[in-house]
């Protein structure tokens, strides 16, 4: 089944901050982050309910060598990614996005 991407406002704000932030950190880590993004952003494309449900019908998916996570929702055959949040972010923010 294909599954067609969608990522909300807030979720690309997300990305968007974090990129300047390691941007700003080391010219080129910021870059490196958005391949990662764009890695999970595959997986979850190709196979969205391989990943554990984590608050009602919220998913999630681990982003490599940074510490966030991918949050997202499958709804028919849409896939809604929701935020994109630091593993340790209080959880109270990312829930009221769902």
């Known amino acids: 089944m294909n599954y067609l991407l969608t990522v909300r406002r807030e979720a690309e704000l997300d990305i968007n901050s974090t990129f300047e932030y ?3 950190k080391r010219v080129g880590l910021g870059h490196d982050f958005l391949l990662c993004i764009e890695e999970c952003m595959s997986k ?3 196979n969205p309910m391989h990943y554990k449900v984590i608050y009602k019908e919220l998913r999630r998916i681990a982003v490599r060598r940074f510490p966030y996570r991918i949050l997202y929702l499958v709804q028919n055959n849409s896939v809604i990614v929701t935020a ?3 593993a340790r972010k209080d959880p109270q923010a990312w829930q009221n996005r769902t």
């Open 22 to 24: 390691y941007e700003n």
């Open 44 to 46: 979850i494309e190709r």
């Open 84 to 86: 994109v949040f630091h």
